[in-house]
């Protein structure tokens, strides 16, 4: 999922998303302590039976990393 940056309508469809149970798998162009922060907060609050969120570091201006997304992640949480 792009564009789920605090404050945007993807944040809120992420929080629905992860509140029924979801695997999401997010991507930022700002990968950074206080990026992470914002979504291990966001699962804390939200994360439901099930849901999975995974935030990946990801410019999609940078056509070399597009390969690598797959490889380069941060898991957050896995509620079981």
Same mark, same amino acid.
């Given at each position: 999922?792009?564009?789920?940056? #605090? ?14 149970? #979801? ?20 699962? #804390? ?36």
């Amino acid at each position: 999922m792009t564009g789920a940056g #605090a404050g945007s309508i993807g944040a809120e469809v992420l929080q629905g998303l992860i509140t029924g149970g #979801a695997k999401v798998l997010v991507t930022t162009s700002r990968f950074s302590k206080e990026v992470t922060e914002y979504y291990q907060s966001m699962y #804390a609050r939200y994360g439901g039976k099930g849901s999975q969120l995974v935030v990946v570091p990801f410019n999609q201006g940078e056509y070399y990393e597009s390969p690598q997304y797959e490889v380069n992640y941060t898991e957050i949480n896995h509620r079981q």
